[in-house]
């Protein structure tokens, strides 16, 4: 088994393997992809991440491989190296899309300066923002210039990719009953840019009309950007460039603003103090859970013999329960 370092060594030189297992390496937890991380942090930070999110079926997938496809410009020589995260949606309905998915990416699985990974929603213990933002961190000590993530948006999910993107693509299909769905899942909160794409289909200029109608209600978003709406056919292409210009501007407009480094310092804070969070967490659940002691009190607080909030205030100040706890985050 190579060193972590031989592999950071091996990924800097371009070796496409070594980036493949430090990406499994960082996917799972532990010294290892600390390590990883640390040695890469110094080559990190200049990659621009592009996030596309929205509902199963929107053509995510088409729209990342078109801008892909643009963004390489045949692999020329000197054209921006493409890292792709697709987060596979858990769902059985999709198994048909992700076939599809591959034969699409197909043409760039050939191109050295793409490199594409996909995910399951699983995740490690920390979920997959955490495991998404770790894994750019790679693919831009890596060299890529762009990070494109394709997220499913539906219920939470979407908030992920606004926790690790720095521009926030939303894709929308002008299907009856598209606007509610996205009010709904929070996705016209998080949009930096609006794609309605499938605009060959009957609706696509009501449902752009309708949502600049709903943005203009709202507030505008940080750095007073107002979210463009780009009418788009991924699967021929059209539009695709308008895509690229309007993410182009929100990259610029926060640049300019300030924004990008506002929004990529929260993330890092976010990052760090999540990971001590979740550890201190997990480590915690596992003491309930193997503590003669703590469980008694947990079994009390079931039968509802004892206050759980003062059961809690009793815990926190018991140095003895504390100490364990601690023994258990240095395991
Ligand atoms: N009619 C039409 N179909 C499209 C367009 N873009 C993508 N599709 C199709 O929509 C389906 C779902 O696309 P996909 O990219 O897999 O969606 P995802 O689930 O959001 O990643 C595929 O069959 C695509 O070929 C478009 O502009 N017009
Ligand atoms: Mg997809």
Known sequence: MASVASLVEGMLRGE??????????????????????????????????????????????????????????GGKEGAPRVGIVAVDPSSPF?????????????????????????????????????????????????????????TVGVGQTELDVMEVADTVVVVLVPEAGDMIQTMKAGLMEIADVFVVNKADREGAERLAKEIEGSLRLGHPREGNWMAPVVLAQARTGAGVAE????????????????????????????????????????????????????????????????????????VLGDTSVLRRWIARLEE
């Not at 991380?37 to 079926?57: E, N, Q, S, V, W």
């Not at 300066?113 to 996909?118: A, E, P």
């Open 94 to 150: 999709t198994g048909g899309a992700l076939l599809g998915d591959r034969i699409r990416m197909e043409q760039h699985y050939a191109d050295p300066g793409v490199f594409i990974r996909s995910m399951g929603t699983r995740g490690g213990h920390g979920g997959l923002p955490d495991v998404t933002q770790r894994v750019a961190t790679l693919l831009e000590a890596s060299g890529k210039e762009y990070v494109l993530l394709e």
């Open 16 to 73: 496409t393997l070594a980036l493949a297992r430090l990406i499994t390496l960082v996917e799972r937890e532990g010294p290892e992809a600390a390590e990883a991380l640390r040695l890469c942090a110094p080559y990190g930070g200049k990659g621009y991440r592009i996030g596309f999110t929205g509902p199963p079926g929107s053509g995510k997938s088409t729209l990342v491989d078109a801008m892909t496809a643009r963004l390489r410009q």
């Open 243 to 314: 895509v690229a210009a309007a993410v182009a501007a929100h990259r610029g407009a926060m640049e300019e603003s300030g924004e990008l480094e506002r929004r990529r310092s929260k993330r890092r804070t976010s990052q760090f103090l999540k990971t001590v969070e979740q550890r201190m967490s997990r480590s915690l659940h596992e003491l309930i859970a193997s503590d003669g002691e703590l469980q008694a009190m947990v079994e009390r607080i079931q039968r509802g013999e004892t206050d759980p909030y003062s059961a809690a205030l009793q």
